[in-house]
């Protein structure tokens, strides 16, 4: 189950060789990664709120993507963006952030969540592009309900969203290193400070940890291993980019993919950064074959930090 509170639609505008190309996807954290993970092969039940013109436009778009549909249809309209990428890079034409969700539509969407996230292997819990749109208690409650009732959650989330889950109790946590340091649960990006910060999310409440550092290999303290307090460093082959904006949404598809396929974290994590790796080669976010990602693990490597490569 991934909790996506709040989808958007995104309008992309590509050269094409006769012209403009626009393209309509759906998007947003959950979306982007419950992509991810029903391209791996996994059965993805999405939870969200959905209205407004934007939101009768997404439910089509996240169904054909193989991703099964759970939405509270609210008033609350969905957000939007248009970029146009002509010129290669992206340029950002227009956004519009979604409307907060009222208390009647929040606590539907909750019970609808917790409803299925207690039949599910894993429950991942991504964010909202807009603050504004849900409480960060929200989390903290709905990660909490489901712990308490055996559920295994994850979660992808910064600032406050990140403080509510880790309250609530959390299996699996992917966090980037930037929101870390932005946060003040980092000192700085010296690996050190960052291992400092890893052993204290997990004192505060997530079993296992995995940190991405952009271009550099990620960190992970993860709970089977051996050495439960030992932290590793995830070596990913070192590619040319594409985009790299999805890269860490995919990581974290990658790993709750593997973990709700009943795979130890080692796998989980290693076909997180394949994932990642392979995510960056392309223009699509939350985007690559299951057969591809699969060959690309053989090349991601877990070793202790600090080891020699």
């Known amino acids: 189950m991934v909790f996506c509170p709040a989808p958007q639609l995104t309008v992309t505008v590509e050269q094409g060789p006769d012209g403009p190309d626009i393209h309509l996807h759906a998007g947003g954290q959950g979306v982007w990664q419950a992509?991810?993970?029903?391209?791996?092969?996994?059965?993805?039940?999405?939870?969200?709120?959905l209205g407004g013109e934007?939101?009768?436009?997404?439910?089509?778009?996240?169904?054909?993507?193989?991703?099964?549909?759970?939405?509270?249809?609210?008033?609350?309209?969905?957000?939007?963006?248009?970029?146009?990428?002509?010129?290669?890079?992206?340029?950002?034409?227009?956004?519009?952030?979604?409307?907060?969700?009222t208390r009647h539509e929040t606590d539907e969407l909750y019970g609808l969540a917790l409803a299925e996230g207690m039949q599910a292997s894993v429950c991942l819990l991504s964010g909202v592009a807009d603050a504004s749109v849900l409480a960060a208690d929200v989390y903290r409650r709905l990660a909490g309900d489901l712990r308490r009732n055996g559920a295994r959650v994850a979660a992808d989330l910064a600032g406050d969203y990140l403080t509510a889950v880790l309250e609530g109790g959390l299996t699996f946590l992917k966090v980037a290193h930037d929101e870390l340091i932005a946060s003040g649960r980092a000192a700085g990006d010296a690996p050190a400070d960052l291992v400092a910060a890893i052993r204290g999310l997990r004192a505060a409440g997530a079993e296992s940890v995995v940190v991405s550092r952009a271009d550099l290999p990620a960190l992970a303290l993860l709970g089977d291993q051996p050495r439960g307090d030992e932290v590793?460093?995830?070596?990913?082959?070192?590619?040319?980019?594409?985009?790299?904006?999805g890269a860490g949404d995919s990581m974290t598809a990658g790993a709750v993919a593997v973990l709700a396929g009943g795979g130890d974290l080692?796998?989980?994590?290693?076909?997180?950064?394949?994932?990642?790796?392979?995510?960056?080669?392309?223009?699509?976010?939350?985007?690559?074959?299951?057969?591809?990602?699969?060959?690309?693990?053989?090349?991601?490597?877990?070793?202790?930090?600090?080891?020699?490569?």
Do not use: F, K, W
Not at 35 to 49: E, Y
Not at 233 to 242: C, G, H, I, N
């Open 54 to 101: 934007v939101g009768r436009v997404l439910t089509p778009l996240i169904a054909a993507e193989g991703i099964e549909v759970r939405a509270v249809d609210g008033g609350a309209a969905n957000g939007a963006y248009v970029h146009d990428r002509r010129g290669g890079e992206r340029a950002e034409i227009a956004e519009a952030p979604g409307r907060p969700l």
């Open 35 to 49: 992509r991810m993970i029903a391209s791996l092969g996994g059965r993805v039940v999405l939870c969200a709120a």
């Open 266 to 309: 080692s796998r989980a994590v290693r076909t997180g950064a394949a994932a990642a790796a392979l995510n960056v080669t392309r223009h699509g976010l939350g985007t690559g074959t299951a057969d591809a990602v699969r060959q690309m693990v053989e090349h991601v490597d877990l070793r202790p930090l600090g080891a020699a490569a």
């Open 232 to 245: 590793l460093e995830v070596v990913m082959p070192r590619l040319e980019p594409a985009d790299p904006r």
